[in-house]
């Protein structure tokens, strides 16, 4: 049911049968399309929306699987909310990145291209009622919003979905807080930013690049969010010819890019690594809360042709280990005296994807990131970590610091009679699990003063820290299938030291009846003194475990 508060905006009340009757029709009129016949389904909630892009190119296939992907993203909606979706449509919008695309580019060509775009609020429930009412309505039933830009391809412009607002397994995932105003209410969306590349200015790398800094610009104010023309001017100063139309970006050039504007990227490329360790290495980063741009190769069949395709996405999270021990003991790998070690990179089934040629938030396992219709196969071949600039320690090396640790305190830390909840350490049916992630020690202080004992947080506090550091945390397995997974270790990496010093870099360490750590001035001989000297962590009144880090993802 459509409604008009204005000429210029319109709002739908839908349910699902609404929906699920244009995903009907757009495979129906895939069919007729393929047939050649004109028998085609129109749809005002489709017009509605799309405007003139729908009717001018409404027999077009690609453009109906568009509308499939669209309203099967609105279908996910109404699996977490039983009950009407409001679509409201604001007709004349201007979009800043568009409007820049349309200026710098298609406003140079013969045919003629409209300037404005139309954005879509969508909101649980009917709260029509509540449009020009003085209350936090709209900003409790949000979903999320989409700009549609009056072109194809790259109909799908600017799209923030909070991803609690539709359905999808438990994850965490990266977010950023954007705003919005809607007939005078102002209103916030948490969620990672996505559109579609429109192939002339924006192909898929150059919209990783820009909605990537839409995401940083957005979370810190250190960064600036890019427009497709500044991306398209970088290009510019790196590339040997012309720029626009665009011809694609490679990952050298856009790491490039990404280090002109602030960052100190490193490059992994799959070649130069064992699949095991490319894979954690990815999961680390992932892990640390950092979005990854990621080169993507992929192989469909065509005519009874293989045909090789790269792509480019984002990684902006994981889902969450649905295993039992069984699951976790499989992964774990033998270590002299009888010592067994699972690192959590292992455990994840999928990661959280942006995809410019689908809807946001794809799960994808590592191994096939990209299942379109037709493709045999694909992998990620590369990515790109957009590191700040004093990150000096990277993550191989920090995983080797936190491993060595584990190993060489195991007597020390009386591993083999550490009882927690009643469990022990049993190398078969108990081992130990390794987690590992880069923070802010801001982030990482903050965290711990909500959820840290005084003696223990009082030495975090008054703790000299870089700006960011490595932190690994230590878990039986059994502590890792609490529904609150806490951990019986950790250790704080100075993420500024060379890796041939990695050593020099631990911190902090905080075990069972053991508390290590050093000032800056001090040798890391000071540190080990320091551990060795039992501590007797009931005079404390400090619980043997702690509930695991969590605030680098959602």
């Not at 679509?87 to 298609?106: K, L």
């Not at 954005?119 to 989409?146: C, W």
């Not at 504007?261 to 290495?281: Q, S, T, V």
């Not at 802010?440 to 004992?453: Q, V």
Request: one cysteine or more.
């Amino acid at each position: 049911m459509m409604k008009s508060l204005e000429d210029f905006v319109n709002y739908f009340i839908v349910n699902l049968i609404d929906v699920s009757s244009i995903l009907t029709d757009c495979n129906c009129n895939i069919e007729q399309i393929k047939k050649g016949k004109d028998e085609y389904r129109e749809n005002k909630l489709v017009e509605g929306i799309f405007g003139d892009v729908s009717l001018s190119i409404r027999k077009n296939v690609d453009f109906q699987k568009l509308l499939i992907d669209f309203f099967g993203l609105i279908n996910s909606f109404f699996e977490v909310y039983n009950g009407n979706i409001t679509i409201v449509v604001e007709n004349y919008y201007v979009d800043r990145i568009y409007r820049d695309s349309y200026y710098n580019f298609f406003s140079n060509k013969h045919l003629e291209f409209n300037r404005n775009c139309r954005r879509i609020t969508f909101f649980q429930g009917d709260v029509g009622e509540y449009f020009f009412q003085n209350n936090d309505r709209l900003q409790e039933t949000l979903i999320g919003k989409t700009v549609i830009r009056p072109i194809f391809p790259g109909t799908i412009g600017r799209t923030v979905i909070i991803p609690e607002k539709f359905a999808h397994n438990k994850a965490y995932i990266r977010t950023a807080k954007f705003s919005q105003t809607l007939l005078g209410h102002k209103l916030s969306i948490k969620g990672f930013p996505f559109s579609s590349q429109d192939t002339e200015t924006m192909t898929c790398a150059e919209n990783t690049v820009l909605n990537l800094m839409e995401y940083f610009g957005t979370r810190y104010g250190y960064y600036h969010i890019l427009s497709p023309s500044e991306i398209t001017n970088a290009l510019s100063l790196i590339s040997e010819q012309r720029v626009l139309p665009s011809l694609g970006m490679s990952y050298d050039q856009m790491s490039a890019i990404l280090k002109q504007i602030g960052f100190a990227p490193i490059i992994y490329y799959k070649k130069d690594f064992e699949d095991e360790e490319f894979r954690r290495i990815f999961h680390y980063y992932i892990e640390s809360g950092i979005p990854l741009p990621s080169a993507v190769k992929y192989e469909y069949q065509e005519n009874d042709k293989i045909i090789e395709e790269s792509h480019s996405i984002i990684c902006v999270g994981h889902s969450d280990f649905k295993g039992n021990m069984e699951d976790i003991c499989s992964y774990s790998e033998d270590y002299p005296d009888n010592l067994s070690l699972v690192n959590t990179a292992d455990l994840n089934q999928e990661y959280v994807f942006m995809d410019d040629n689908l809807m946001p938030y794809q799960f994808k396992k590592f191994e096939q990131p990209i299942s379109y219709e037709k493709v045999i196969k694909s992998e990620i071949t590369g990515f790109v970590v957009p590191l700040y600039k004093r990150i000096f320690l990277e993550a191989r090396s920090a995983y080797n610091v936190v491993q060595s640790l584990i190993i060489e305190i195991r007597d020390l830390i009386n591993l083999d009679e550490m009882k927690i909840n009643g469990n022990k350490y049993d190398s078969e049916k108990n081992p130990i699990l390794i987690r590992m992630f880069l923070t802010s020690s801001r982030n990482y202080k903050e965290f711990k003063a909500l959820y840290e004992e005084e003696p223990i947080n009082k030495i975090i506090q008054t703790l000299p820290m870089p700006k960011f550091v490595w932190v690994g945390e230590y878990m039986f397995a059994s502590q890792y299938l609490e529904e609150e997974r806490k951990a019986f270790g950790e250790v704080v990496i100075d993420s500024t030291v060379s890796k041939y010093m990695r050593e020099e870099g631990v911190l902090y360490t905080r075990f069972p009846n053991r508390i290590g750590y050093k000032l800056p001035t001090e040798q890391s001989e000071v540190f080990f003194e320091r551990l060795e000297n039992e501590i007797d962590i009931s005079s404390l009144k400090v619980p043997i475990e702690f509930v695991l880090f969590k605030n680098n993802l959602l």
